[in-house]
Each structure stands twice: as structure tokens, then as C-alpha cells.
């Protein structure tokens, strides 16, 4: 086998390495960028302006989820919102959190008078590590992170068991 060829060989495996570990870090991220959308509360013409503002439509609403033995927990940053602005649901093995986001700013500076606001609707799928009792979850909101409590079904809570050793 030639050098060039050998070169060539390698350069496409490098190729298929990188390939195969950004699709490996997308897959592992996908779940963390959440896309905003314009609110029910926008015509078209806001719908313009709005989008002026924002650079983007994506935003990233960071995740934990704890798993504990009777329990899990999930908490989601996300700041400027309000208690009832959730709708939180459980659909399979997901925590479903939709909600409406919505940032206004006003101020002045010499004649001129800013006033910015950007509304975005989103929907975030989380999924869970065990099946949960929905019926029986809390959710608190404090300092700009919800805090969703989901206790776990009887069949899926851990149990300790003692084992001799010989």
C-alpha cells in the first residue's frame, strides 16, 4: 500500500471519528436547547419586531435530574417567570414543562426613551429515569428555578438487601 494511500485512509478515519462524536455530543445536547416561539399574544407585525430583538430563536434552559430512592427530582433554570407561568405534565416517561416567557425593558438616556420586549412560548421534554406517580408531584418556582418533586411508583422504589459473603 502506498504512503498516500495509507494517509488517505487515515484522514478519512479521523473524518468518521469526528463525525461520530459530534453526532454523539448533538444527541446528548439536543435535549438542553429549547426553541422559543412567538406567544398567542403576537400579531405578525410583533411577531417582526420581536424577532429584531432576539438574535435567535433558541435558548438553553439548563436541566438537573436527581434521582433519590423514592423520589426524583427535577430542577429547570429558568429565570424571569413567573409561578403560574408553567404547565407542567407527564407524558410516558417524560416531564413535560411548557410555559411563556416574556422580557420587557424600559429606560432613558438623554432625549431618547428605549423601550425593549421579546415574548416566546417553549416546550421541553425531560425525560425520566424511573416511572413516577404523577399524581402525587410538587413543583415550587424560587429564584428563577422550578423545582419539580416525583415520587416514584412502589415497583420502581430502591430497596436495600443484605448479601453474606462466604
Given at each position: 500500500m ?14 468518521d471519528?469526528l463525525?461520530?462524536?459530534?453526532q454523539r455530543?448533538?444527541?446528548r445536547?439536543?435535549?438542553?436547547i ?6 398567542k ?12 430583538l ?9 436541566t438537573?435530574?436527581?434521582?433519590d ?6 430542577r ?23 410555559g411563556?416567557?416574556r ?7 438623554g432625549r ?11 416546550e ?6 424511573e ?12 429564584s428563577?428555578v ?16 443484605k448479601v453474606?459473603?462466604?
Amino acid at each position: 500500500m502506498s504512503t498516500v494511500q495509507q494517509f488517505r485512509e487515515g484522514l478519512n478515519e479521523a473524518w468518521d471519528l469526528l463525525m461520530d462524536g459530534w453526532q454523539r455530543l448533538y444527541r446528548r445536547a439536543a435535549g438542553a436547547i429549547t426553541r422559543f416561539t412567538p406567544g398567542k399574544k403576537f400579531t405578525q407585525a410583533k411577531q417582526k419586531e420581536e424577532n429584531a430583538l432576539r438574535s435567535s430563536g433558541w435558548g438553553v434552559l439548563a436541566t438537573e435530574v436527581f434521582d433519590d430512592e423514592d423520589k426524583v427530582v427535577v430542577r429547570l433554570e429558568a429565570p424571569g417567570m413567573g409561578q403560574n407561568d408553567f404547565d407542567l405534565e407527564v407524558v410516558d416517561d417524560y416531564l413535560v414543562v411548557r410555559g411563556e416567557k416574556r422580557t420587557e425593558s424600559e429606560r432613558s438616556e438623554g432625549r431618547y426613551h428605549m423601550t425593549e420586549c421579546a415574548y416566546g412560548s417553549f416546550e421541553r421534554a425531560i425525560p425520566l429515569p424511573e416511572e413516577v406517580d404523577s399524581d402525587k408531584a410538587r413543583a415550587s418556582y424560587t429564584s428563577g428555578v422550578l423545582r419539580v418533586e416525583l415520587p416514584k411508583t412502589k415497583i420502581h422504589r430502591r430497596r436495600s438487601i443484605k448479601v453474606v459473603v462466604r
